[in-house]
Protein backbone atom coordinates (compact mmCIF):
# COMPACT_ATOMS: atom_id res chain seq x y z
CA UNK A 1 0.00 0.00 0.00
CA UNK A 2 2.94 2.42 0.69
CA UNK A 3 3.70 2.75 -2.79
CA UNK A 4 0.40 3.97 -3.77
CA UNK A 5 -1.12 5.92 -1.50
CA UNK A 6 1.42 9.18 -0.26
CA UNK A 7 1.80 10.04 3.37
CA UNK A 8 0.68 13.06 4.74
CA UNK A 9 2.59 15.48 7.53
CA UNK A 10 0.37 18.57 9.22
CA UNK A 11 2.78 20.67 10.85
CA UNK A 12 0.91 22.88 12.36
CA UNK A 13 1.61 26.35 14.49
CA UNK A 14 -0.59 28.88 16.26
CA UNK A 15 -0.94 31.99 15.81
CA UNK A 16 1.24 32.92 12.57
CA UNK A 17 0.48 35.11 10.20
CA UNK A 18 2.03 34.36 6.56
CA UNK A 19 3.48 38.00 6.81
CA UNK A 20 6.24 36.70 8.81
CA UNK A 21 8.57 34.44 6.60
CA UNK A 22 11.60 35.73 5.48
CA UNK A 23 10.23 35.15 1.64
CA UNK A 24 7.12 37.42 2.40
CA UNK A 25 9.41 40.21 2.80
CA UNK A 26 9.49 40.00 6.55
CA UNK A 27 13.60 41.77 6.68
CA UNK A 28 13.37 40.71 10.58
CA UNK A 29 12.88 36.83 10.02
CA UNK A 30 15.25 34.38 8.44
CA UNK A 31 13.29 31.04 7.35
CA UNK A 32 14.88 29.06 4.82
CA UNK A 33 13.07 26.03 5.42
CA UNK A 34 9.93 27.71 5.18
CA UNK A 35 11.01 29.42 2.16
CA UNK A 36 12.05 26.20 0.71
CA UNK A 37 8.95 24.58 1.16
CA UNK A 38 7.41 27.55 -1.20
CA UNK A 39 10.31 27.64 -3.31
CA UNK A 40 9.75 24.21 -4.21
CA UNK A 41 6.39 22.76 -3.45
CA UNK A 42 2.89 25.04 -3.84
CA UNK A 43 2.66 28.18 -1.41
CA UNK A 44 -1.09 29.03 -1.50
CA UNK A 45 0.19 32.90 -0.52
CA UNK A 46 -3.92 33.72 -0.27
CA UNK A 47 -4.70 31.67 2.62
CA UNK A 48 -7.33 33.03 4.74
CA UNK A 49 -8.41 31.82 8.07
CA UNK A 50 -12.02 32.57 8.02
CA UNK A 51 -12.62 32.38 11.89
CA UNK A 52 -9.04 33.69 13.31
CA UNK A 53 -9.36 31.95 16.70
CA UNK A 54 -8.10 28.63 18.16
CA UNK A 55 -10.98 26.88 18.84
CA UNK A 56 -13.00 27.65 15.86
CA UNK A 57 -10.34 27.64 13.34
CA UNK A 58 -9.14 23.59 14.38
CA UNK A 59 -12.26 22.66 14.50
CA UNK A 60 -13.11 23.18 10.87
CA UNK A 61 -9.49 21.72 10.22
CA UNK A 62 -10.59 18.29 11.33
CA UNK A 63 -13.73 18.46 10.04
CA UNK A 64 -14.67 20.58 7.35
CA UNK A 65 -17.04 22.22 8.72
CA UNK A 66 -17.90 25.76 9.24
CA UNK A 67 -17.67 27.35 13.07
CA UNK A 68 -21.46 27.46 13.25
CA UNK A 69 -22.10 24.07 12.30
CA UNK A 70 -19.11 22.68 14.40
CA UNK A 71 -17.01 24.93 17.01
CA UNK A 72 -18.57 28.40 17.19
CA UNK A 73 -16.24 30.08 19.95
CA UNK A 74 -13.18 29.97 22.14
CA UNK A 75 -13.64 27.31 24.58
CA UNK A 76 -16.51 25.41 22.93
CA UNK A 77 -16.03 21.80 22.09
CA UNK A 78 -15.66 19.29 19.39
CA UNK A 79 -19.61 18.11 18.89
CA UNK A 80 -19.41 14.83 20.18
CA UNK A 81 -19.13 11.91 17.57
CA UNK A 82 -17.99 14.26 14.57
CA UNK A 83 -16.37 12.53 12.21
CA UNK A 84 -12.63 13.91 12.10
CA UNK A 85 -10.27 13.92 8.70
CA UNK A 86 -8.61 10.82 11.09
CA UNK A 87 -11.62 8.96 10.42
CA UNK A 88 -11.12 9.15 6.50
CA UNK A 89 -7.58 8.03 6.89
CA UNK A 90 -8.09 5.25 9.19
CA UNK A 91 -11.01 3.99 6.65
CA UNK A 92 -8.50 4.25 3.95
CA UNK A 93 -5.55 1.86 5.59
CA UNK A 94 -3.43 4.91 7.09
CA UNK A 95 -1.70 5.04 10.38
CA UNK A 96 -2.93 8.35 12.53
CA UNK A 97 -1.00 10.19 14.46
CA UNK A 98 -1.74 13.45 16.66
CA UNK A 99 1.12 15.31 18.62
CA UNK A 100 0.21 18.49 20.65
CA UNK A 101 -2.06 21.58 21.70
CA UNK A 102 -5.71 20.06 20.77
CA UNK A 103 -8.24 22.83 22.52
CA UNK A 104 -11.25 20.93 21.63
CA UNK A 105 -12.57 19.53 24.12
CA UNK A 106 -14.44 22.54 25.82
CA UNK A 107 -12.75 22.47 28.51
CA UNK A 108 -12.73 26.16 31.01
CA UNK A 109 -9.65 27.60 31.84
CA UNK A 110 -11.38 29.40 34.89
CA UNK A 111 -12.14 25.65 36.20
CA UNK A 112 -7.63 25.01 36.47
CA UNK A 113 -4.83 24.62 34.26
CA UNK A 114 -5.49 23.37 30.91
CA UNK A 115 -2.60 21.95 29.97
CA UNK A 116 -3.18 19.37 32.69
CA UNK A 117 -6.93 18.77 31.94
CA UNK A 118 -7.67 14.86 30.47
CA UNK A 119 -9.21 14.70 27.59
CA UNK A 120 -11.28 11.84 27.26
CA UNK A 121 -10.25 8.81 24.42
CA UNK A 122 -13.61 9.45 22.88
CA UNK A 123 -12.65 12.71 22.64
CA UNK A 124 -9.25 12.29 20.69
CA UNK A 125 -10.78 12.52 17.08
CA UNK A 126 -10.33 8.81 16.36
CA UNK A 127 -6.12 9.10 16.20
CA UNK A 128 -4.72 5.66 16.29
CA UNK A 129 -1.48 7.72 18.70
CA UNK A 130 -2.96 10.67 20.15
CA UNK A 131 -0.40 12.60 22.60
CA UNK A 132 -1.59 15.74 23.53
CA UNK A 133 -2.69 18.55 25.55
CA UNK A 134 -6.45 20.77 26.03
CA UNK A 135 -4.49 24.13 25.99
CA UNK A 136 -1.34 26.01 27.33
CA UNK A 137 0.66 28.90 27.12
CA UNK A 138 4.21 27.84 28.84
CA UNK A 139 6.55 26.19 26.10
CA UNK A 140 8.75 25.28 28.82
CA UNK A 141 6.14 23.70 30.82
CA UNK A 142 4.34 21.38 28.67
CA UNK A 143 2.74 18.19 29.11
CA UNK A 144 1.30 14.86 27.52
CA UNK A 145 -0.84 12.40 28.03
CA UNK A 146 -3.22 10.24 25.99
CA UNK A 147 -2.71 7.15 23.91
CA UNK A 148 -0.36 4.61 21.12
CA UNK A 149 -2.98 2.47 20.07
CA UNK A 150 -4.13 0.72 23.05
CA UNK A 151 -2.33 1.47 26.03
CA UNK A 152 -3.42 5.03 27.73
CA UNK A 153 -0.82 6.74 29.15
CA UNK A 154 -0.88 9.82 31.98
CA UNK A 155 0.25 13.53 32.05
CA UNK A 156 4.40 13.62 31.73
CA UNK A 157 6.10 16.70 31.23
CA UNK A 158 7.86 17.40 27.71
CA UNK A 159 11.57 17.82 27.86
CA UNK A 160 12.99 21.10 26.64
CA UNK A 161 11.06 23.78 24.89
CA UNK A 162 7.91 21.89 23.39
CA UNK A 163 7.98 23.17 19.68
CA UNK A 164 11.35 20.70 19.25
CA UNK A 165 9.91 18.25 21.86
CA UNK A 166 7.49 17.38 19.71
CA UNK A 167 9.00 17.28 16.74
CA UNK A 168 11.55 14.74 18.52
CA UNK A 169 7.85 12.34 18.94
CA UNK A 170 7.04 13.07 15.29
CA UNK A 171 10.46 12.16 13.95
CA UNK A 172 10.06 8.73 15.76
CA UNK A 173 6.32 8.46 14.97
CA UNK A 174 7.69 8.45 11.24
CA UNK A 175 10.70 6.21 11.32
CA UNK A 176 8.49 3.70 13.01
CA UNK A 177 6.13 3.72 10.17
CA UNK A 178 8.16 4.60 7.03
CA UNK A 179 6.65 1.66 5.52
CA UNK A 180 3.88 2.14 5.76
CA UNK A 181 1.41 5.31 4.92
CA UNK A 182 0.31 7.60 7.79
CA UNK A 183 -1.20 10.72 8.34
CA UNK A 184 0.60 12.52 11.31
CA UNK A 185 0.18 15.47 12.73
CA UNK A 186 2.12 17.82 15.26
CA UNK A 187 0.67 20.95 17.06
CA UNK A 188 2.86 23.53 18.62
CA UNK A 189 1.92 26.39 20.67
CA UNK A 190 4.71 28.78 19.53
CA UNK A 191 4.66 31.31 18.23
CA UNK A 192 1.80 32.20 20.26
CA UNK A 193 2.26 34.56 23.23
CA UNK A 194 3.76 34.75 25.54
CA UNK A 195 6.38 34.59 22.46
CA UNK A 196 8.89 33.18 23.84
CA UNK A 197 11.91 30.62 22.32
CA UNK A 198 15.26 28.91 22.98
CA UNK A 199 17.82 31.22 24.08
CA UNK A 200 19.81 30.52 21.03
CA UNK A 201 16.61 31.89 19.08
CA UNK A 202 16.21 34.40 21.56
CA UNK A 203 19.54 36.24 21.09
CA UNK A 204 19.36 37.10 17.35
CA UNK A 205 16.52 39.60 17.93
CA UNK A 206 16.72 42.82 19.68
CA UNK A 207 13.63 44.52 20.07
CA UNK A 208 14.75 47.87 19.85
CA UNK A 209 15.57 46.96 16.15
CA UNK A 210 12.34 45.44 15.20
CA UNK A 211 11.14 47.04 12.13
CA UNK A 212 7.34 47.26 12.46
CA UNK A 213 4.97 46.96 9.37
CA UNK A 214 3.47 50.34 7.83
CA UNK A 215 -0.07 50.33 9.63
CA UNK A 216 1.62 50.19 13.03
CA UNK A 217 -0.21 53.16 14.22
CA UNK A 218 2.99 55.77 15.43
CA UNK A 219 1.75 55.91 19.32
CA UNK A 220 4.42 55.08 21.41
CA UNK A 221 2.82 52.17 23.97
CA UNK A 222 1.48 50.58 20.78
CA UNK A 223 5.05 50.60 19.27
CA UNK A 224 7.20 49.48 21.82
CA UNK A 225 4.61 46.79 22.73
CA UNK A 226 4.51 45.66 19.20
CA UNK A 227 8.52 45.42 19.42
CA UNK A 228 9.09 43.89 22.27
CA UNK A 229 6.66 40.97 21.44
CA UNK A 230 7.55 40.42 18.05
CA UNK A 231 11.25 39.83 19.31
CA UNK A 232 10.32 36.74 20.60
CA UNK A 233 7.49 36.29 17.62
CA UNK A 234 10.29 36.21 15.36
CA UNK A 235 12.79 34.07 17.79
CA UNK A 236 9.37 31.22 18.00
CA UNK A 237 9.10 31.33 14.30
CA UNK A 238 12.91 30.85 13.54
CA UNK A 239 12.91 28.24 15.95
CA UNK A 240 10.00 26.69 14.14
CA UNK A 241 11.56 26.99 10.68
CA UNK A 242 14.48 24.70 12.25
CA UNK A 243 12.11 21.62 12.78
CA UNK A 244 10.56 21.97 9.94
CA UNK A 245 13.93 21.45 8.38
CA UNK A 246 14.34 18.84 10.48
CA UNK A 247 11.39 17.05 9.55
CA UNK A 248 12.53 17.64 6.02
CA UNK A 249 15.64 16.55 6.26
CA UNK A 250 14.60 12.84 7.87
CA UNK A 251 12.38 12.52 5.60
CA UNK A 252 15.20 12.79 2.71
CA UNK A 253 17.41 10.28 4.98
CA UNK A 254 14.80 7.82 4.80
CA UNK A 255 13.64 8.08 1.20
CA UNK A 256 10.71 8.47 1.76
CA UNK A 257 9.89 12.41 0.83
CA UNK A 258 9.10 11.39 -2.36
CA UNK A 259 6.11 9.96 -1.65
CA UNK A 260 5.41 12.09 1.66
CA UNK A 261 3.50 15.44 1.33
CA UNK A 262 4.19 17.94 4.51
CA UNK A 263 1.65 20.85 4.79
CA UNK A 264 2.97 23.44 6.78
CA UNK A 265 -0.30 25.83 8.41
CA UNK A 266 -1.56 27.92 11.06
CA UNK A 267 -4.70 28.40 12.66
CA UNK A 268 -4.59 32.36 12.54
CA UNK A 269 -2.38 35.37 13.01
CA UNK A 270 -1.79 37.84 14.86
CA UNK A 271 -2.18 41.51 15.00
CA UNK A 272 1.10 42.55 16.63
CA UNK A 273 0.58 46.40 17.07
CA UNK A 274 -1.42 46.33 12.75
CA UNK A 275 -4.05 49.13 13.11
CA UNK A 276 -3.60 49.16 17.15
CA UNK A 277 -4.97 45.56 17.62
CA UNK A 278 -2.86 42.53 19.19
CA UNK A 279 -3.59 38.54 19.17
CA UNK A 280 -6.69 37.66 16.44
CA UNK A 281 -10.33 37.76 16.50
CA UNK A 282 -10.03 40.98 13.94
CA UNK A 283 -10.50 40.65 10.42
CA UNK A 284 -7.73 42.33 9.56
CA UNK A 285 -4.95 40.27 6.65
CA UNK A 286 -2.42 39.84 9.81
CA UNK A 287 -5.39 38.14 11.49
CA UNK A 288 -7.09 35.94 8.99
CA UNK A 289 -4.03 35.84 6.23
CA UNK A 290 -2.18 32.18 6.93
CA UNK A 291 1.06 30.23 5.74
CA UNK A 292 0.32 27.20 3.65
CA UNK A 293 2.42 25.35 2.30
CA UNK A 294 2.27 22.08 0.17
CA UNK A 295 6.17 19.96 -0.11
CA UNK A 296 7.23 17.03 -1.31
CA UNK A 297 5.56 14.02 -3.01
CA UNK A 298 7.07 13.96 -5.44
CA UNK A 299 6.03 10.63 -7.43
CA UNK A 300 3.10 12.55 -7.22
CA UNK A 301 3.47 16.18 -7.19
CA UNK A 302 3.26 19.05 -9.77
CA UNK A 303 6.83 20.12 -10.73
CA UNK A 304 6.78 24.00 -12.02
CA UNK A 305 10.29 25.41 -13.11
CA UNK A 306 10.44 27.79 -10.29
CA UNK A 307 8.24 28.98 -7.21
CA UNK A 308 4.58 28.06 -7.85
CA UNK A 309 1.85 30.12 -5.85
CA UNK A 310 -1.68 29.32 -5.95
CA UNK A 311 -3.78 32.05 -5.47
CA UNK A 312 -6.85 29.84 -4.43
CA UNK A 313 -8.56 31.68 -1.68
CA UNK A 314 -8.04 27.97 0.62
CA UNK A 315 -10.38 29.05 4.03
CA UNK A 316 -9.95 26.65 6.89
CA UNK A 317 -12.86 24.45 5.81
CA UNK A 318 -10.81 23.51 2.95
CA UNK A 319 -7.86 22.21 4.74
CA UNK A 320 -9.72 18.41 5.24
CA UNK A 321 -10.77 18.44 1.97
CA UNK A 322 -7.39 19.82 0.08
CA UNK A 323 -5.17 17.35 2.45
CA UNK A 324 -7.89 14.17 1.53
CA UNK A 325 -7.41 15.50 -1.99
CA UNK A 326 -3.37 15.02 -1.89
CA UNK A 327 -3.86 11.72 -0.72
CA UNK A 328 -6.17 10.86 -3.64
CA UNK A 329 -8.73 9.72 -0.86
CA UNK A 330 -12.53 10.50 -1.39
CA UNK A 331 -14.28 13.64 -0.17
CA UNK A 332 -16.79 13.06 2.42
CA UNK A 333 -19.88 14.67 1.77
CA UNK A 334 -20.53 16.30 4.51
CA UNK A 335 -17.88 18.54 4.61
CA UNK A 336 -18.60 22.14 3.29
CA UNK A 337 -14.94 23.38 2.70
CA UNK A 338 -13.63 22.21 -1.35
CA UNK A 339 -10.52 19.74 -2.44
CA UNK A 340 -7.83 22.73 -3.59
CA UNK A 341 -5.22 20.21 -4.25
CA UNK A 342 -4.46 19.96 -7.93
CA UNK A 343 -1.65 22.64 -8.16
CA UNK A 344 0.13 19.78 -6.11
CA UNK A 345 -1.15 17.27 -7.76
CA UNK A 346 0.32 15.74 -11.16
CA UNK A 347 -2.10 15.29 -13.62
CA UNK A 348 -4.85 16.84 -11.42
CA UNK A 349 -7.66 19.02 -13.33
CA UNK A 350 -8.12 22.39 -12.19
CA UNK A 351 -10.62 22.36 -9.64
CA UNK A 352 -13.42 25.03 -9.23
CA UNK A 353 -12.23 28.04 -7.78
CA UNK A 354 -13.86 29.59 -4.78
CA UNK A 355 -14.92 33.19 -5.60
CA UNK A 356 -14.80 34.41 -1.95
CA UNK A 357 -14.07 32.94 1.10
CA UNK A 358 -15.93 33.56 3.97
CA UNK A 359 -14.50 34.89 7.20
CA UNK A 360 -16.83 34.88 10.59
CA UNK A 361 -17.17 35.52 14.39
CA UNK A 362 -20.10 33.62 15.32
CA UNK A 363 -18.86 33.99 19.53
CA UNK A 364 -16.73 36.87 20.68
CA UNK A 365 -14.64 35.40 22.98
CA UNK A 366 -15.16 38.26 25.56
CA UNK A 367 -11.53 38.97 26.42
CA UNK A 368 -10.66 42.10 27.29
CA UNK A 369 -8.40 43.12 24.30
CA UNK A 370 -10.27 41.45 21.76
CA UNK A 371 -13.38 42.66 19.25
CA UNK A 372 -16.24 41.97 21.86
CA UNK A 373 -19.26 41.94 18.65
CA UNK A 374 -20.02 39.34 15.85
CA UNK A 375 -19.17 39.89 12.41
CA UNK A 376 -19.03 38.18 8.94
CA UNK A 377 -16.98 39.02 6.37
CA UNK A 378 -15.56 38.03 2.66
CA UNK A 379 -12.64 38.32 0.71
CA UNK A 380 -13.12 38.07 -2.54
CA UNK A 381 -11.21 36.24 -5.50
CA UNK A 382 -10.72 39.78 -7.71
CA UNK A 383 -8.96 41.58 -4.56
CA UNK A 384 -11.54 43.36 -1.86
CA UNK A 385 -12.81 42.83 1.42
CA UNK A 386 -16.21 43.40 3.06
CA UNK A 387 -17.47 42.86 6.96
CA UNK A 388 -20.14 44.10 8.68
CA UNK A 389 -21.39 43.81 11.85
CA UNK A 390 -24.91 42.94 12.42
CA UNK A 391 -26.91 45.18 10.17
CA UNK A 392 -24.38 47.58 9.62
CA UNK A 393 -21.24 47.98 7.60
CA UNK A 394 -18.06 47.70 9.22
CA UNK A 395 -14.94 47.31 6.90
CA UNK A 396 -14.21 47.83 3.10
CA UNK A 397 -11.02 47.82 1.69
CA UNK A 398 -9.36 47.16 -2.00
CA UNK A 399 -6.41 45.00 -0.93
CA UNK A 400 -5.10 45.49 -4.73
CA UNK A 401 -4.07 49.34 -4.08
CA UNK A 402 -4.73 48.83 -0.05
CA UNK A 403 -3.06 46.27 0.88
CA UNK A 404 -2.25 47.30 4.70
CA UNK A 405 -6.12 48.89 4.72
CA UNK A 406 -5.41 51.88 5.76
CA UNK A 407 -8.52 53.53 3.96
CA UNK A 408 -11.84 52.01 5.28
CA UNK A 409 -14.33 52.68 2.69
CA UNK A 410 -17.19 51.27 4.60
CA UNK A 411 -18.97 54.22 4.54
CA UNK A 412 -18.30 56.08 1.53
CA UNK A 413 -20.87 57.28 -0.27
CA UNK A 414 -18.61 56.85 -3.65
CA UNK A 415 -18.33 53.27 -2.79
CA UNK A 416 -22.11 52.62 -2.32
CA UNK A 417 -22.20 50.44 -5.63
CA UNK A 418 -19.56 48.02 -4.41
CA UNK A 419 -20.75 48.33 -0.89
CA UNK A 420 -23.90 46.56 -2.24
CA UNK A 421 -22.13 44.49 -4.63
CA UNK A 422 -20.19 42.86 -1.58
CA UNK A 423 -23.05 42.59 0.69
CA UNK A 424 -25.27 40.76 -1.63
CA UNK A 425 -22.10 38.44 -2.33
CA UNK A 426 -21.73 38.16 1.57
CA UNK A 427 -25.28 36.86 2.03
CA UNK A 428 -25.34 34.04 -1.15
CA UNK A 429 -22.46 32.64 0.97
CA UNK A 430 -23.86 33.00 4.25
CA UNK A 431 -26.90 31.42 2.42
CA UNK A 432 -25.31 28.23 0.94
CA UNK A 433 -23.40 27.37 4.23
CA UNK A 434 -26.32 27.97 6.31
CA UNK A 435 -25.19 30.74 8.24
CA UNK A 436 -28.61 33.32 9.26
CA UNK A 437 -26.35 36.27 10.49
CA UNK A 438 -28.24 39.41 10.12
CA UNK A 439 -26.66 41.03 7.18
CA UNK A 440 -26.98 45.04 6.48
CA UNK A 441 -30.08 46.15 3.87
CA UNK A 442 -29.17 49.08 1.40
CA UNK A 443 -31.99 50.45 -0.78
CA UNK A 444 -31.46 50.36 -4.59
Same mark, same amino acid.
Given at each position: ?????????????????????? @????????? $????????????????????????????????????????? *?????? $?????????????????????????????????????????????????????????? !?? =?????????????????????????????? #??????????? %? &????????? $? $?????????????????????????????? %?????????????????????? !??? %????????????????????????????????????????????? &?????? *?? %??????????????????????????? #?????????????????? =?????? &????????????? @???????? /???????????????? /????????????? !??????? /??????????????? #? !????????????????? &?????
Amino acid at each position: MSSDRPNIIWFMVDQMRTQSMS @ISGDPDLCT $PNLDRMAREGVWYDQARSGFPLCCPARGSFLTGLYPHRCVP *GHEHPL $PPGAPTIADAFRSAGYRTAWYGKWHLDGFREHRGRAALHTVARERRGAFDTWLGYENN !NA =AWDSWLHGHRDAEELGHHRLPGFETGALTD #LLLEEITANRD %R &PFFACVSVQ $P $PHDPCTAPAEALARHNPAAVRLRGNVPPIA %RIQDEARTALAGYNAAIEDIDR !NVG %RVLDLLRTLGIDDRTYVIFLSDHGDQMGSHGHFRKMCPYEESIRV &PFLVHG *GW %RWAYRPFGPHRSNALLNHVDVAPTTLG #LARLPIPAAMQGLDLSAP =AVAGRA &PERQPEAALLQCV @IPTGHSRS /VDLPWRGLVSRDGWKY /VALAGAPWLMFDL !NEDPLEL /VNLAQYAEAAPRRRQ #L !NAQLGQLLAEVGDSFPL &PRFAD
